[in-house]
């Protein structure tokens, strides 16, 4: 064979092995892009009180839950997921009514929230767990401290109320919020099917009316705890700060040039942060 022909050949074979090569990279990349809220291989029921809740496990090492916001689901918090998976047992939660748990037959509340996520730490047959609660999340982690002390380690709540008015929530949530819940009642009245309107109405009139916390509450909160802000978030920051004072145990931080949405638009920001908070011992009650 000339050295023509050789040429030929061994760039005839190169073209399919490069092709099969860029082919298998890229079902290896298929394979890491976890489908964060819909993931079968990670997913179960468990039924806690009267509802099938859904959750997605991730990972080993101590058991962290990890709580999304009202209008999200299990996905919304993929960036805390992938990064906190890496050293924890992570446990997402999807809350009633979003992603595939069940709504039920109550009405939604933070309590009932707080006692989904309680009861699926026991049903897990864990003792506690390092909580991560996002805007609601946050507020039901709040009540869990409150309520159910034994299933908390340590806890960081961003963005999170205790009360449903002014006093922690700007006028330009508040009324939006009010037309929503109003919206929704009027497409049920029609029942109009376009949305699952009664889990909106539901989600919407719970942020209207709900929470209703006092000082005297959180400071049963015996667990650490990093309340977590921005400076252009919905919560004013004097409210803020009567969480973070009312907490016996809590440290505080504020973002700067930044909004409600930080877990999300500045994961690494944020995830960093609470990182680095659980792994230190709490320091701060001394000087109070």
């Known amino acids: 064979m000339n050295n023509f022909n050789m040429q030929f050949c061994k760039r005839a074979l190169l073209i399919p092995c490069l092709i099969l090569f860029l082919g298998l990279a890229n079902l290896v990349g298929q394979e890491k892009e976890v489908q964060y809220g819909n993931n079968q291989d990670a997913g179960s029921f468990l039924k806690v ?14 058991p962290l839950v990890i709580l999304h916001g009202n209008g999200n689901s299990i996905k919304d ?20 009514g979003r992603g595939k748990s069940e709504l039920g037959l109550d009405s939604l509340t933070y309590d009932i929230m707080a006692q989904d996520a309680a009861g699926l730490i026991k049903g ?30 340590k806890m960081a709540v961003y963005g999170v109320n205790v009360t449903p008015d002014t006093n922690a929530l700007y006028p330009s949530f508040i009324e939006p919020t009010r037309r929503k819940r109003i919206q929704a009642e009027e497409m049920l009245a029609k029942n109009d099917t376009t949305k699952n309107w009664r889990v909106i109405q539901q989600r919407y009139r719970m942020v209207e009316f709900q929470p209703r916390l006092t000082s005297k509450d959180l400071g049963r909160i015996k667990v650490p705890v990093l309340v977590l802000s921005a400076d252009r978030d919905i919560i004013k920051p004097d409210h803020t700060l009567f969480i973070y004072k009312s907490i016996p145990k809590a440290n505080l931080c504020i973002f700067p040039d930044a909004t409600h949405r930080v877990p999300r638009e500045q994961p690494e920001l944020f995830n960093k942060t609470v990182e680095k908070y659980f792994r ?9």
């Open 49 to 62: 009180g009267n509802v099938n809740v859904y959750y997605e496990s991730y990972g080993k090492g101590e």
């Open 124 to 153: 897990l047959g864990l003792d506690s767990a390092y909580v991560i609660g996002y805007s609601d999340g946050g507020i039901v982690a709040l009540i869990m401290g409150i309520n159910f002390p034994e299933t908390v380690k």
């Open 280 to 288: 230190q011992p709490f320091r701060g009650e001394e000087i109070r």
């Open 77 to 96: 918090m993929r960036h805390q997921i992938s990064y906190f998976s890496k050293e924890y047992h992570v446990i997402a939660i999807d809350s009633r």
